[in-house]
C-alpha cells in the first residue's frame, strides 16, 4: 500500500493547485505535502487509517465537498467495489476534471485498466510494481450506472441480512462464524459484546435466540460494516450500541459478561498475525472476573498463547475444517 500511495501522491503533487478529494487515504509522508498544496478532502472507512491520518494532524472527513475538482483512489481488494467507488468519485468531481485511480500490478492492475477505458481514455504510468491510471471526467457514461447498482448495499440470498461488496465475508456467512454458533451456549445473558462485527452476522443469531441479553455491543473499525449491521439489527435497537473503533488500539467497552470474536489477521491488503493478537489481548481485558470469551480462528494462528496469558482459564474447544474455537474465562 506505501507504494502505491506514494506513486499516487506524487501525481498529485504535479498538479496544480485546486481542491480534491483523496479516497481511501492512508498516511505517508508525501501526503502532508499534497494537503499543503492542495484543498484537500480525507476519506477513509477504517478507523486504524483514520487514527494515524489524525496523529499526523490531517482531517478526515465521511461527506463529500460540494465541489472538486480531482479525485484520487488508493486499492481496494474488492472490485465491484472498486468501480462503484470510480462511479461515485465521477458524480463528484466536475466536468473536466481528473480522477487518479492506483492499483498494484499482482492486484489486477491491468484488467483494472481495461474496465476504466470504458470511461475514456486513460493514460498510466508504472512504478514500484504498481500502476497509476489518470483519465478526465466528461458525459455520464452508462456503464457508471452498472458499478453504482453493482456495488451498493442489498441483502444476501444466503441469510437475508444487508450487505455490500467488499466487506468481509459480503456473500454469505463465512465458515468460521457457522462454526462458532454452533458451539455458543443458548443461555447468553447480561451485557456482552460481538468483537469485529462485521455486518452483524453472530449479533443477529444471538439477539433472536437470547431474550437474557440485555445489551449487547458490536464493534468494527470498517465504517461500512457498521452501517449494515445498523440495519440488520434495527429490530433490537433499544439492545445494541455499535462502536466504530479500533479494537486493536482503542478502548473497548469494559466489564463484559461475554465477547464472542472472529477477529481479522488482515489490514487491507496484508497479513498481520499479530493483529489478531492485539484484538484479543483487548478482549481478554475487557471481560470482567469470570466473563466467558469465544474466539474462532484458523487453526495455524498462534492465539492460544495470548488467552493462556491474559485469562484465568483457557481451552481449544474443536479443531475442524481448518478452523478452531478457543474458549477463555476472565480474571
Known amino acids: ?104 500490478n499482482r492486484g489486477g492492475a491491468k484488467s483494472l485498466h481495461k474496465q476504466l ?17 489518470v483519465l478526465r471526467r466528461h458525459g455520464e457514461p452508462a456503464i457508471l450506472q452498472q458499478w453504482r447498482d453493482a456495488a451498493a448495499p442489498q441483502r444476501s440470498e444466503s441469510h437475508g441480512l444487508w450487505t455490500q461488496p467488499g466487506l468481509f465475508s ?16 443458548d443461555d447468553l445473558c447480561g451485557e456482552g459484546m460481538d468483537l469485529c462485527c462485521g455486518y452483524g452476522v453472530l449479533a443477529v ?20 460494516a457498521l452501517l449494515m449491521a445498523e440495519r440488520n439489527l434495527a429490530a433490537w435497537q433499544h439492545r445494541i450500541r455499535l462502536h466504530w473503533l479500533d479494537a486493536a488500539r482503542e478502548a473497548l467497552p469494559a466489564n463484559m459478561d461475554w465477547i464472542v470474536c472472529n477477529p481479522p489477521f488482515h489490514r487491507g491488503l496484508r497479513r498481520q498475525t499479530e493483529l489478531g493478537q492485539q484484538i484479543l489481548v483487548q478482549a481478554c481485558r475487557s471481560l470482567r472476573r469470570d466473563g466467558r470469551l469465544w474466539v474462532v480462528a484458523n487453526r495455524q494462528l498462534p492465539y492460544e498463547q495470548v488467552l493462556r496469558e491474559h485469562c484465568a482459564h483457557c481451552d481449544i474447544l474443536v479443531q475442524q475444517h481448518g478452523f478452531k474455537v478457543l474458549y477463555g474465562v476472565g480474571r
Open 205 to 224: 443469531s444471538l439477539l433472536s435466540r437470547m431474550a437474557g441479553i440485555t445489551r449487547l455491543h458490536g464493534l468494527d473499525a470498517d465504517r461500512r
Open 1 to 104: 500500500m506505501q507504494a502505491a500511495a506514494g506513486l499516487l501522491y506524487d501525481y498529485c503533487l504535479q498538479q496544480a493547485p485546486s481542491r480534491g478529494v483523496i479516497l481511501q487515504a492512508c498516511m505517508h509522508p508525501r501526503l502532508i505535502d499534497v494537503q499543503q498544496r492542495h484543498d484537500v478532502h480525507c476519506m477513509q472507512d477504517f478507523r486504524s487509517d483514520v487514527l494515524e491520518l489524525q496523529q499526523a494532524g490531517m482531517v478526515c472527513v465521511n461527506e463529500w465537498p460540494q465541489q472538486c475538482d480531482w479525485c484520487a483512489l488508493l486499492p481496494l481488494k474488492n472490485r465491484q467495489q472498486m468501480l462503484g467507488t470510480v462511479a461515485e468519485a465521477w458524480a463528484h468531481v466536475s466536468e473536466g476534471g481528473w480522477l487518479a485511480i492506483v492499483a498494484a
Open 117 to 133: 477505458a470504458q470511461l475514456g481514455a486513460v493514460h498510466h504510468l508504472s512504478r514500484a510494481k504498481c500502476r497509476l491510471m
Open 170 to 185: 459480503w456473500e454469505r456467512m463465512d465458515a468460521g462464524s457457522a462454526l462458532l454458533l454452533q458451539l455458543l451456549p
